[in-house]
């Protein structure tokens, strides 16, 4: 009970921010065939090192990064400052495998965490408890060499690997100043929770820095009334939405994230053209607020350092409906109402929003809301939306009430935003 009224202190603002930016980024945006690229073509680490050699991300400007996070209307970001292939894009002291001792010649993740609170925004770090790269973690699950039995003969010392682990951590939460977020990848198999030494991992995370968010990946019960200390303060779906949001045993809503691609990746691959449309992305969030979470969405920058220009254009435009609707997503959650044929719903306190997906035919029929609602407006201009009640039950029911958008197009096709006053 304690952890769950801790998590409850902690994860305030991210609820209040709802929106995040995902960023995939290492020497595997080299080969451009995406992050998992050492694991799916079963590179030794001699021919993975090529990357390593090449990495020179002359195009690299965080701040540019930061800037279209903050006009897409994100309110945080996680870097991967360690994926799976282990190559560490901040200034380890404990491996000589990182982008300082590339061409690069820099801590990107100094230079990321700088960027990023200049423009107000909040930094988190992914860092993977996997690692290919380090003699001491064992050919396992997804390992590149999972199926060289030469390779999986060699001894290991697998408390060493998590000696390294637990001390890459630490260097992250001293080094970088304050860290909002820490989002760990993943556990899967008997690789989980105290395998990875998680009860002592997670007390030196809390002693360094008490408020951090982490995710729920090392393992645990998140939706146990009593989780374990190492349980996390969010669930982290990844590729869907819950249809139901994530609830605990006992069915009370927790905190959650859904991580989504823009397109099919997550890190850069140049072939990868099937993205979203910002039409998807904006329905994205609104579906994961709906229902009480977030959305993180990812970029996968290019091996220059450059974000892709589709996702650009698309982050612009998203940014372009929330600068006049966010509103209606940042701090709002479940409007615990039935889910409306037209769309959806979030609440925050008084005001109640529409979210019109589906112009159908006629007035837009919000069930059993008649005498609740004071006014109701555009939320992208203000425009006032007239309120009718129906007569004899003819186009609803006798509870509901109608807003009457007189046009037979929505305003905004993409999403049409009506912002309810509620009585008292």
């Keep these: 009970m304690k952890e769950v009224e801790e998590r409850q202190r902690r994860i305030q603002w991210f609820l209040e921010d709802r929106f995040g930016m995902f960023i995939h980024w290492g020497i595997y945006a ?25 990495f020179d991300p002359v195009l690299y400007n965080p701040r540019e990064w930061a800037r279209l996070a903050k006009k897409a209307g994100m309110k945080y970001a996680v870097l991967t400052a360690k994926h799976h292939d282990g190559f560490c894009l901040f200034d380890s002291k404990l491996t000589d495998y990182k982008a300082t001792n590339t061409k690069a010649g820099r801590d990107l993740v100094q230079e990321y965490v700088e960027a990023f609170r200049a423009e107000g925004l909040k930094v988190g770090l992914y860092y993977s408890l996997i690692d290919w790269h380090h003699p001491d973690y064992p050919a396992v699950g997804n390992h590149p060499m999972r199926d060289n039995e030469e390779y999986k003969k060699q001894p290991l010392d697998f408390n060493r690997y998590l000696e390294y682990m637990h001390g890459q ?12 977020l820490m989002w760990f990848d993943f556990s899967f198999d008997d690789m989980v ?8 991992l997670v007390n030196l995370i809390r002693s360094l820095q008490p408020n951090i968010l ?8 998140i939706k146990s009334s009593d989780p374990e200390i190492y349980a996390g303060d969010f669930a982290s779906p990844e590729q869907i939405i819950p249809p139901d949001g994530v609830c605990d045993e006992n069915g009370h809503s927790i905190p959650w994230e859904a ?8 890190g850069y ?20 607020v709906s229902k009480n979470g977030n959305l993180l ?77 004071k006014k109701a407006r555009l939320l992208a201009d203000g425009t006032e939306i007239s309120i009718e009640t129906p007569w004899m039950g003819v186009y609803a029911g006798e509870e509901d009430l109608l807003l009457n958008l007189h046009a037979n197009k929505l305003p905004d096709a993409r999403n049409t935003v009506i912002e309810l006053e509620l009585k008292d």
């Design 259 to 266: 991580c989504i691609t823009l397109n099919n990746n997550w």
């Design 297 to 373: 969405l990812n970029v996968g920058p290019d091996a220059k350092g450059e974000i892709p220009k589709e996702s650009v254009d698309i982050l612009e435009q998203v940014g372009e409906w929330m600068r006049r609707n966010g509103e209606s997503l940042y701090g709002a959650g479940k409007a615990d109402l039935p889910k409306p044929e037209w769309g959806r719903f979030t609440r925050k306190g008084k005001k109640l929003y529409a979210h019109i997906l589906d112009r159908g035919i006629g007035p837009v029929n919000v069930v059993g809301m008649k005498g609740k609602v």
């Design 269 to 288: 691959h140049a072939t990868d053209v099937d993205f979203k449309s910002p039409a998807q992305v904006i329905r994205s969030i609104v579906e994961c």
């Design 30 to 54: 080299i080969p451009a065939r995406g992050e998992w690229v050492q694991s799916t073509e079963h590179m030794t680490v001699d021919t993975y090192r090529q990357y390593f050699e090449e």
């Design 169 to 180: 951590v630490r260097e992250l939460l001293t080094c970088y100043g304050k860290i909002d």
């Design 214 to 221: 982490i995710d729920n990946r090392l393992g645990g019960n």
């Design 193 to 200: 929770g105290e395998k990875w030494k998680a009860t002592e």
